[in-house]
């Protein structure tokens, strides 16, 4: 996705999502901002200048931003069209419009158990209509339209990284976490690992005021010891196949987290290993150490 893009083509950019009610805006809204966009939604498209005058002054001229904007703003379409033409002048401005069928917008909007903003007393289909009839001039003149009546969320996920992604944002992240077991288990992460089964360098005089990751001899003597090898060897593929499938529905992250007894040790050395084997083979990913020094 994304894969021949420019990694500098969506600096400073500007994209307004709009369109129907129950097409996909919230979704737009959170893979754009998993892009590294800064988003902001249901915005006034009066504020729209100030906004993004905040934004260049706090973030600098090269952060992309992205506004969702839907029909509860009222009569938007000329404030919508004189926002864009303003800052059309600094930054390339995108507007992308949202549809879907009526029968598919009416069963999205059942399934969520929520009014239409324009329904009133009527059906929800009556909203819808009134929707269609006031964006249809915004639709006409829109840069990028989707139809979202036969996608579901991770197909229009990959729509808009396909459209807003670089090489660099529609990459996988992986961050393998080290800590220790007396401290607690990460609560957010995918996989954990258990390195306690492996020789504890603590109970070795010379090794234990070191740490896994700023003592070569730690490290080595941990990834030494009988069974590291072979947990690597296994491990790290599995980790592997679980990015591509990860990619493949559109998550951007994933956590492992590797724990020992104290975080101080084994898992620390074994987390730069599988981070440095995830590198190698191609993906990003970084070790970080939540409890290294807690002693």
């Known amino acids: ?18 369109g129907m009610t129950g097409a996909g805006r919230s ?4 893979e754009l901002e998993d892009l590294g966009f800064f988003v902001i939604d249901n915005l006034p498209p009066s504020l729209l200048p100030e906004v993004v005058r905040l934004v260049d002054e706090s973030r600098g001229r ?18 919508i069209a004189g926002a864009i033409a303003h800052e059309g002048a600094g930054r390339k401005a995108t507007l992308v419009f949202l549809d879907a069928g009526d029968e598919v917008l009416v069963r999205r909007q059942e399934a969520a158990r929520r009014p239409h903003p324009l329904q009133g007393e009527g059906r929800l289909l009556d909203g819808l209509q009134r929707e269609r009839v006031a964006l249809a001039d915004l639709r006409s003149v829109a840069d990028l339209v989707i139809d979202t009546t036969n996608l579901n969320v991770h197909q229009l996920t990959d729509r808009i990284a396909e459209s807003f992604g670089t090489p660099d944002t529609t990459r996988l992240r992986v961050t393998v ?21 492996l020789p504890n360098p603590h109970w070795v005089p010379e090794l234990r005021p070191g740490n896994g990751r700023d003592n070569p001899e730690v490290a080595a003597y941990v990834k030494s010891r009988p069974g590291a090898k072979e947990f690597l060897d296994g491990y790290v593929p599995v980790l592997e196949g679980v990015a591509e499938g990860y990619l493949r529905e559109g998550k951007r992250f994933m956590r492992v987290a590797v724990g020992c007894t104290g975080g101080k040790h084994r898992s620390v050395a074994m987390a730069e ?12 990913a970084r070790a970080l150490h939540r409890d290294l020094g807690r002693e």
């Not at 979704?27 to 959170?30: E, G, N, P």
């Not at 976490?177 to 089964?197: C, E, H, Q």
């Not at 290993?273 to 990003?284: C, H």
Request: glycine fraction near 10%; charged fraction near 25%; avoid cysteine.
């Open 27 to 30: 979704t737009a809204a959170k």
């Open 1 to 18: 996705m994304g894969d021949q893009q420019d990694p500098e083509v969506h600096a400073g950019e500007l994209v307004v999502v709009t």
């Open 177 to 197: 976490l080290s800590f220790g077991f007396k401290y607690g288990i990460p609560v957010d992460a995918d996989f954990i690992a258990d390195m306690r089964f």
């Open 62 to 79: 090269q952060q992309p931003i992205a506004v969702v904007v839907d029909v509860r703003s009222g009569a938007f379409f000329d404030a």
């Open 273 to 284: 290993e599988i981070a440095r084997r995830l590198q190698e083979g191609g993906l990003v």
